[in-house]
């Protein structure tokens, strides 16, 4: 049987203009001239028989049928569009795209990115960086890498990467401003803080110790920026050890004392549900987490913090 059906050309000039209440918008958006728009949406009008806009002037307003049709037909056009993109997507399944924190993009999965190729030579991995939240609706990107375990609906999320904290800096701000021997003496040096999960209050807690203005220094969104600003010299940051393995080794970043916080989950891997099994969505999710399993130390599991405060730089 034949659907009864107006065409798609007039579904979408009714629903642009319908979402600016303007044809000339919606002809900018459709790229087609205002006259093309205002036609089709008349053809639909006549193919249902039904006024949906009324017109007075410059002015454009959705009729009750309009708004009532507008519903119907926005759903259906979204459930098309993501049909049309989940086809599109899985037609070419060689290519993973990862969203994660700038830190954890630059800091721990990129430098393992050789080893990723070499477990799954297949798989071609599109990178790009972004804070949260977890949001799947544009549908351009396969996992997320979520900060903690919140729940998100429709959404499987798979903790993987655990981190104590401790402070760092540059080695030429030790040389200025150290020797550090106690907590007490970053009172002469500028604190960095992350705005989200500054964690410098807890970690004097932890010790014990007052005395000096925790809250002094800049705010940076994220610890990607607090990261590089002590990298630079301008300050001490409170890092997580997961994510400066490397600046350690490589002495860009001096560890300042060995009190941490206590170890708290920092990342898992997120993925909408219905596409967990994807084989290259479960290939990575795989690898993640055999990498956390097998590092030296592992990634999972942060060094136990030590009562005793001892000084790291001279």
């Keep these: 049987m034949r659907r009864r059906l107006p065409h798609l050309s007039a579904i979408s000039g009714f629903e642009a203009a319908a979402r600016h209440s303007s044809f000339k918008r919606a002809a900018d958006e459709l790229d087609l001239t205002q006259s093309a728009v205002s036609h089709q949406v008349k053809a639909l009008e006549d193919f249902l028989g039904v006024a949906l806009f009324e017109r007075s002037g410059n002015k454009l307003a959705l009729t009750r049928a309009g708004r009532d049709y507008l519903v119907d037909v926005t759903a259906g056009l979204e459930r098309l569009e993501a049909a049309t993109d989940r086809l599109c997507r899985d037609g070419r399944a060689a290519v993973l795209a990862v969203r994660g924190t700038p830190a954890f993009m630059a800091r721990w999965l990129t430098p393992r990115l050789d080893r990723f190729r070499q477990v799954a030579p297949g798989i071609e991995l599109e990178l790009t960086t972004g804070l949260p939240p977890t949001d799947f609706t544009s549908r351009d990107v396969d996992v997320i890498v979520h900060w903690g375990e919140a729940p998100v609906p429709g959404v499987r999320i798979d903790p993987f990467l655990t981190s104590a904290r401790f402070p760092v800096a540059s ?77 350690l080794a490589r002495g860009t970043l001096v560890r300042l004392f060995d009190a941490a916080t206590e170890p708290v989950l920092i990342y898992s891997l997120a993925c909408l549900e219905e596409r967990a099994q994807v084989p290259k969505i479960a290939a990575f999710r795989a690898w993640i987490m055999a990498e956390v399993e097998t590092a030296s130390p592992p990634l999972s599991a942060a060094r136990p913090a030590p009562l005793r405060v001892a000084a790291r730089a001279g």
Excluded: N, S
């Design 171 to 247: 080695p030429d701000l030790v040389r200025r401003a150290g020797p550090f021997r106690r907590p007490a003496d970053l009172a002469g040096v500028t604190l960095l803080h992350d705005m989200v999960g500054d964690a410098w209050q807890a970690w004097l807690e932890r010790l014990c110790e007052a005395g000096f203005a925790h809250e002094k220094g800049p705010r940076f969104e994220h610890c990607e920026l607090t990261l590089g600003a002590a990298e630079r010299g301008q300050g001490v940051a409170l890092a997580y050890d997961a994510l400066i393995e490397q600046e």
